[in-house]
């Protein structure tokens, strides 16, 4: 059974950092390209951030670009986010989530998904 748990959500002030983490059990990462996508209430789930299986390839969205760094651990089974000069704006739900496709940001090609962890950004 393939499970990813996100953590390191809260609050924090504007300018801050976050570091988000999604441990994945039950697969192993190297074989999926992996992301991260956000989710404010009203909105539809949006692109922030993704890996390609080799590693060899990032990409981010245009309104996190330059702020965010996504990483992964494949010994551990790990992603990460690390996320500076964070905005209100950011606030949303993050979600990690696993494709065997090769490096996409369409939410829709990624077939398993965390639970997500709530990140607030304060003015």
């Known amino acids: 059974q393939v499970q990813l748990v996100e953590s390191g959500g809260g609050l924090v002030q504007a300018g801050g950092s976050l570091r988000l983490s999604c441990a994945v059990s039950g697969r192993t990462i190297s074989i999926w390209s992996m992301a991260w996508f956000r989710q404010a209430p009203g909105q539809e789930r949006g692109f922030v951030a993704a890996i390609s299986s080799d590693g060899g390839i990032s990409s981010y969205g245009d309104s996190v670009k330059g702020r965010v760094t996504i990483s992964r651990d494949v010994a551990k089974n790990m992603l990460y986010l690390q996320m500076n000069s964070l905005k209100p704006e950011d606030t949303a739900v993050y979600y990690c989530?696993?494709?065997?496709?090769?490096?996409?940001?369409?939410?829709?090609?990624?077939?398993?998904w965390g639970q997500g962890t709530q990140v607030t950004v304060s003015a």
């Open positions: 989530a696993g494709t065997r496709a090769y490096n996409t940001t369409k939410p829709y090609h990624y077939n398993y």
